[in-house]
């Protein structure tokens, strides 16, 4: 943590302040590394680099099913005036060989056979001819190297093959397994918790009485923090007063990397988000509101370290903050870059669209290619309807200094 | 299966034809399916409708902190003229209240409280002043349903939530939760087994002679499984005879859904596995060799409804013919949309690439921003260069019906 860095962040600060004042107390937060067997290692995120010990592949190989010989003696050949090599022997699968490639000689190999001494070049076997056990017309020239990958062409010795850092797709599964690599060291998830307050709140399992809501906020902020790479610790919910808030996320500071709030976004109950967070710690509240839209009532903290967020309790913004907040934290726990992951597209806005100067606007979008163009169509609806998230495919993005976007106009469209 | 479907497509058919057999098998399979808890079915796919037995909310409830009032007693108010009103209780959260609004009366009311019989909207907190106990100005007007989620305004009472076939993202757990439900019906995992076949691949965990190889294409295909929604079960490298590859594509099928065989793309291997896949049941192959670049060399069959494919030998090849063939299988044994999944944007190809009429070419290329345009840049190289694959973001897409693509010209992109 830097020196002076305890500033408070009050209200009406820009989302880029408060993500850089985050993420100057998550640079001493150090993740758990465990190692994997690759197959586990799926999606996870690497550790550390990985530099290959090894020329892949480890000797020049043939591409197709053929026969080796010095590209050269080739040259010139066609159906009509074949060039005329003398068999000399064939190259068994996976084996070295002692055969040695002299001009105007030629060995039958097999795709993914070790080239022999001396030959630099495969010719296909469609454009050759066996005319006796031992001549062979080629009917088609080949250029040295044609039909061969070269050893080290694919990963050369002493590079970089992936970066620590770096999520782990199927191709990065099977350029580890190339370079010999059966197990790799990988992050931990952040353990994050995720607690749901509010008197009226009651989990999806029982019956509700007039007045009580269902909690669907440790559901879609659970789901969440799962996609992004994280750990959900789900804490129940818990009763809007001080005492109970306090001792829940005290309990919770204690076994996981990060603290989320939902629910209480009523005055009272942001005020006992505040209170408690205040008397568990340093340096406490950075940001109380942020100029987003949906979003606004948030509560940006760290405590001793760890990250404490309020976020609303309007589903659609609590989601909204996720994305904008609380992902690039667990990017950052895992060592991936902050801006890891989602898919933004650029497509046109169909209507109209009225921001303020100085807030960000999230607008649910459904996109719809219309001939070779890409739009998003605006989803209305109150922030409270979880609805309005699952009938659109993304946000649409309206950036702080800009006053609206006109119908037509492009936007940013990050893909749920 | 349909009648007369087990026509054997050979080589030079068309990608849709093969996948249209394909599908035809796959009608009669029938997915295991189990109940999780909800916060275990995230990208879990459901195996059921899921249809709402209740109105959500269940009440109007108000989504600010502020009075509940009848909307036409503040028509007309501003500052200097406020709406004079007689407050006469105050809703408490998460219960039912017996006040009752009559005109000119207000209630006091938090965010998400149930509103009173007799109001319809509720003015913000910031826009009143309370003169005494019971004396309230609203400086402003609200219309009816201001400031109110109304009942089943988000969900209505027997409105299908999420269909079958959907895969849960973080916002259909809330949707899940907010209509009481906690446990969901998914989709269980097909099984696929993934076989490495040929005498020179080696476990990437051992040192290698020369002329071995490591074994790229276990580890990047069962990825691939994984990624998509599947279970892949890991076979091992099986050498390249008739009777080693016979037993172990006989084990195989014995437990799992589906069978992939990758490597073996010389002719001899084909052939086995050809006979191989003939020898074990009906109807056998459906397609040996697809018109696609690269990834000619494919074999795709059914036997006894479980759906065989050997895939090329190269990686790339491999990893190309998964997306195309393979992934559309699981994501219908998982009762998907066949399409469903991945992400595909139009970009400008940033050079000229040729093709052949009647073949799909696959160009792996690096996604570039140039302006508000998107431009895909080819990454060129060997099908047998996994490295190409971890260099690129996606797969450019040339369709049969094209003989290439001019620098400039829009292509669809599957980005990885």
């Given at each position: 943590m830097t020196k002076g860095m305890n500033q408070l962040l009050f209200s009406a600060v820009s989302v880029e302040q408060v993500k850089e004042v985050l993420k100057k107390y998550l640079e001493e937060y150090e993740p758990d590394i465990e190692e994997v067997d690759l197959l586990s290692a799926y999606n996870r995120v690497l550790a550390e680099d990985i530099v290959s010990q090894e020329d892949i592949p480890a000797f020049n190989r043939s591409t197709v099913d053929g026969f080796a010989?010095?590209?050269?003696?080739?040259f010139g050949a066609s159906e009509s005036m074949p060039a005329l090599l003398t068999l000399v022997g064939e190259i068994r699968m996976g084996e070295q060989t002692d055969i040695k490639i002299s001009t105007g000689e030629a060995a039958k190999i097999p795709t993914g056979g070790m080239l022999p001494e001396g030959s630099d070049a495969v010719v296909m076997l469609e454009y050759t001819q066996l005319m006796d056990d031992t001549t062979l017309w080629a009917e088609r020239p080949v250029a040295p190297g044609e039909n061969v990958v070269t050893k080290g062409e694919d990963i050369r010795r002493g590079s970089v093959v992936l970066k620590k850092?770096?999520?782990?797709?199927?191709?990065d599964l099977g350029a580890l397994a190339a370079v010999g690599i059966d197990k790799v060291k990988v992050v931990k998830p952040p353990l994050i918790s995720v607690i749901s307050t509010g008197d009226e709140v009651k989990p999806p399992g029982q019956s509700i009485k007039p007045g009580e809501v269902r909690d669907i906020n440790t559901y879609a902020i659970c789901g969440e923090v799962m996609k992004w790479g994280g750990q959900p610790l789900p804490q129940g919910i818990v009763r809007d007063n001080f005492g109970d808030l306090y001792n829940a996320v005290k309990t919770a500071l204690g076994k996981s990397h990060a603290v989320l709030l939902t629910g209480g976004s009523s005055v009272g109950a942001r005020d006992h988000t505040v209170k408690v967070i205040e008397s568990l710690g340093k340096p406490g509240v950075l940001a109380h509101g942020l100029p987003v839209k949906p979003g606004k009532p948030t509560v940006v903290a760290v405590?001793?370290?760890?990250?404490?967020?309020?976020?609303?309790?309007?589903?659609?913004?609590?989601?909204?903050?996720?994305?904008?907040?609380?992902?690039?934290?667990?990017?950052?726990?895992l060592g991936r870059p902050e801006d890891y992951g989602g898919t933004r597209v650029l497509a046109r806005l169909s209507r109209n669209m009225a921001s303020a100067a100085g807030r960000e606007d999230f607008i649910r979008v459904k996109?719809?290619?219309?001939?070779?163009?890409?739009?998003?169509?605006?989803?209305?609806?109150?922030?409270?309807?979880?609805?309005?998230?699952?009938?659109?495919?993304?946000?649409?993005?309206i950036p702080p200094h800009k006053q609206g976007v006109a119908e037509g106009e492009l936007v940013e469209v990050e893909i749920y």
């Open positions: 010989v010095k590209a050269r003696d080739t850092g770096h999520t782990l797709r199927p191709q405590v001793e370290g760890k990250p404490v967020i309020g976020l609303p309790g309007h589903p659609v913004s609590a989601m909204v903050i996720f994305e904008i907040i609380v992902r690039p934290v667990i990017s950052t726990m996109l719809e290619r219309r001939g070779e163009e890409l739009w998003a169509v605006p989803v209305l609806g109150k922030s409270g309807l979880i609805s309005s998230m699952v009938d659109s495919h993304g946000l649409a993005h």
